[in-house]
C-alpha cells in the first residue's frame, strides 16, 4: 500500500482528499462513467497509531489470515480490504526486520549475468 502525505500536497488537494473522507463507507471516483479508485477510511483497528513492524501479534496473524480467506470466500468491503492491505504492509515490514532477504547476493549475480550477456552480444556482433 502506497502512503501518500497530505501535508506535503498542494492545498486544493489537501481539501479534496479531506472532503472524500467524510463518509464512513467510502467513496468511487469515477472517471468517464467508470470507476478508477475507492477511498475508504482507514480501519478503526489501525486508526491513529501505524503499525510498528515489532508489534505484529499473534491476534493481528489471525485477523490477517481471517480476511484472507473471507476474501477468497465471498469477497470484502472496501474497508475490509483497507485493512487487509495495511495488514499485509504490517507482516512485510516486520519480516524485512526480522528476516530480510539477501539483496546484496542477488544483486551481484545480476550484475555478473549482465556482463555476461554484454560481451556475448559483443561477441557476436564481431
Known amino acids: 500500500?502506497?502512503?501518500v502525505n497530505l501535508d506535503t500536497q498542494p492545498e486544493v488537494v489537501r481539501?479534496?482528499?479531506l472532503a472524500l473522507s467524510v463518509s464512513p463507507d467510502g467513496v468511487v471516483l469515477e472517471s468517464a462513467g467508470r470507476p478508477v479508485a475507492c477511498v475508504v477510511?482507514?480501519?478503526?483497528s489501525m486508526n491513529g497509531a501505524s503499525a510498528e513492524a515489532g508489534e505484529w501479534t499473534e491476534e493481528k496473524n489471525r485477523r490477517r489470515c481471517e480476511l484472507?480467506?473471507?476474501?477468497y470466500d465471498h469477497?470484502?468491503?472496501?474497508?475490509e480490504e483497507a485493512e487487509l492491505a495495511q495488514m499485509q504492509d504490517a507482516?512485510?515490514?516486520m519480516i524485512d526486520q526480522v528476516a530480510p532477504l539477501p539483496l546484496?547476493?542477488?544483486r551481484s549475480l545480476?550484475?555478473?549475468?549482465?556482463?555476461k550477456a554484454t560481451r556475448a552480444q559483443d561477441a557476436n556482433q564481431a
Open 104 to 106: 546484496d547476493a542477488a
Open 41 to 44: 477510511p482507514p480501519p478503526t
Open 15 to 17: 481539501q479534496f482528499v
Open 1 to 3: 500500500m502506497t502512503h
Open 75 to 79: 469477497g470484502l468491503s472496501p474497508v
Open 68 to 71: 484472507i480467506d473471507r476474501k
Open 110 to 115: 545480476h550484475q555478473e549475468l549482465l556482463r
Open 91 to 93: 507482516l512485510h515490514r
